[in-house]
């Protein structure tokens, strides 16, 4: 029998684990980080190389972005949740997708959080629960920015496809690989070679367990309908939900993006499946322009809706008149008109008030962006120039005000389990 190192086995195992498995994830990032993937497996602590999923309050101070500490009032709205991302993606546990549903859904009830900005470097990963993170995100009640900073590929690049705006950071970020495949190991042959000949014994009524796999195998690959039929609906619902999210922002320009190929930003900006790319400093001054923005559009929204209803009262009181008048065509009189009146004239007042505040928010916002855009490049020019984060202490939080989406997070089951394996 051959020596077989058990180190290496379990490499293959997790590699055939990976690839045969149901997973969206770019086998290249696999294959080049397939060690890391089975510590992670068997519970190494890898914070070093992939940071674990973590969350964030952000809030301006003096022009600057800075995290939220204790003792700062944080107005309804006026605050930024950040979330990172980082490496592949799993259903459960360690930076898993249950873990990422959990920071959305309670930074959307918190209501010092205006918007969401999700920082993405990730290969992909597991199929379930992707779609559960992407239906999430594309429904989202408040802005979401999806900033890539390395890969945004397969499992990763279809979560954030719902997102309000994505964009790139570097040139050289990989984004894309829309796509669905599988691979199928001889794993009977394997062990055959090992002199541990392997049997699958199925029940009698147990004709169709298995098919896909059993035809691939004993067909040696020839044949790979019933497996391309499984992939097809898996890639099928992929597809058309990139679709869905990106929506008239494919431009149909460029290269298919599609067929699963990975794309640099540039060519993505072409093809549609980002808006642009940025540096990454800029990205919540971003994020607080398109939430002045959809301040602006609720406004204009709830205008649309008064006029609306303002024709339809209009409608109603003619109708009215004309069934107490029968044939005779009866006008309306001047105590309903006037009652009329006044209440247009009071929600127009309602409309102004609320269009002079929102326009004035959008204003100071204009304001802090375009100082804080002077400082960041002022600082950028300066040789070796860094952010600083404060410290904390263990009693500190991030705000005076109830912290319900650090103590949701915290309290969740697979949390506390991750924390347990990886020592924290």
Known sequence: MPDINPQFYALLTMIGRCLSGQWLIEPTWLHQHADLMLRADQGEDLTSKWPKMSGATMIQKDGFFAAAEKGDTIGKGSAYGVINMV????????NSSKMLMAYLRAMESDERIGGIKLVVDSPGGMVHGTR????TIKNFSKP?????????????YYQIAGSSRIVATQPNDQIGSIG???????????????????YDVYATAST???????????????????AKKQLDAYNGLFVADVQAGRGDRLTGKGQDPMKGRLFFPSEAVTNGLIDEQISEGESLALLADMLATSKQSSITMDFKSFLSSLGNLVKTAESAQGAEGGQQNAQPTVEQLQQQLAQANTQIGTLTTERDNATQEVTKLTTERDDLKGKVTAFGAQPGAMGTQAQKGKDDSTSDEPESWEKVVAGLEHNKEADAIFGK
């Open 87 to 94: 490496g592949p993606i799993y259903k459960y546990g360690y």
């Open 132 to 135: 559960e993170v992407f239906e």
């Open 144 to 156: 979401v920015l999806s900033v890539i900073d390395g890969y945004a590929a397969s499992a990763a």
């Open 180 to 198: 669905t495949y599988q691979s199928m190991a001889d794993w009977n042959a394997f062990y055959k070679s090992m002199g541990l000949p392997f």
């Open 208 to 226: 169709e367990k298995n098919e896909a796999y059993r035809q691939v195998i004993e067909s040696e690959g020839k044949h790979t309908e019933l």
